[in-house]
């Protein structure tokens, strides 16, 4: 089957537009991550869910940023007002289990704020 | 705080020397460490994981906690190893932190 992906992959955004990030996981996949990966570092965690239950939040950067699965499968991460700072790649990782062990990723989702 | 320190950017080796690449990380009492690799215009992968103990496309890594390292070793590189490798580790068994990532260039 498919794996993970991601849409759009590319988006760019002039500073203070609202942006939103789909991922569509691997089906049946209960764990679902989300990074944003700099120009040049790895993966930086923003976000976990199990299933639709978002348990941890501690990484991401601002009140700006916010992630939902609502219905335990897609998930949507949107930021708003963007800022410079917001430039990245942001990917989303799932994973059949709820440890997460092994996670795939899709192929990202290059956002460049002008 | 860096909890995943990968200290090399960039490690350049020729085709059938050994290879390294190494990661530190943070001090926890039963680590749980992997390595993940990035091939060109491909999406990052997991290559291994200490806990299985496997060794995948013949690279191995081997925990040390005296040193909190767990570097990446392979006895003999081939062309195809060149990619970008990251060290990551996983905290309350949904957190994981990626080191910077090596790029390892395996030339002719």
């Known amino acids: 089957g498919a794996g993970v992906s991601q849409s759009p992959r590319y988006k760019v955004a002039k500073r203070g537009q609202d942006v939103a990030l789909r991922c569509d996981p691997i089906s049946g996949h209960v764990s679902l991550f989300w990074y944003q990966q700099a120009l040049g570092q790895g993966p930086e965690f923003l976000t976990y869910f199990q299933n639709e239950a978002q348990l941890d939040k501690s990484g991401l950067p601002s009140d700006r940023f916010f992630a939902e699965r609502p219905e335990g499968s897609v998930s949507t991460l949107k930021i708003q007002r963007t800022q410079q700072e917001d430039s990245a790649v942001y990917l989303c990782a799932s994973s059949l289990v709820v440890a997460g062990f092994e996670q795939y990723f899709g192929p990202g989702t290059r956002l460049t704020v002008t | 705080a860096q909890r995943v320190t990968q200290p090399e950017k960039l490690l350049s080796v020729f085709k059938g020397a050994p290879v390294e690449l190494k990661c530190n990380y943070s001090y926890s009492g039963s680590p749980e460490l992997f390595w993940y690799v990035q091939y060109s215009r491909q999406r990052l992968q997991l290559l291994l994981r200490h806990i299985s103990r496997e060794s995948i496309k013949g690279f191995t890594a081997d925990l040390n906690k005296g040193e909190t390292s767990f570097h990446l070793k392979k006895p003999f590189a081939q062309e195809e190893d060149s990619a970008m490798y990251y060290c990551a580790q996983l905290y309350n068994f ?15």
């Not at chain 2, 957190?95 to 090596?102: A, I, L, Q, R, V």
């Open chain 2, 94 to 108: 949904n957190k994981f932190y990626f080191g910077s990532g090596t790029k390892l260039n395996v030339k002719p």
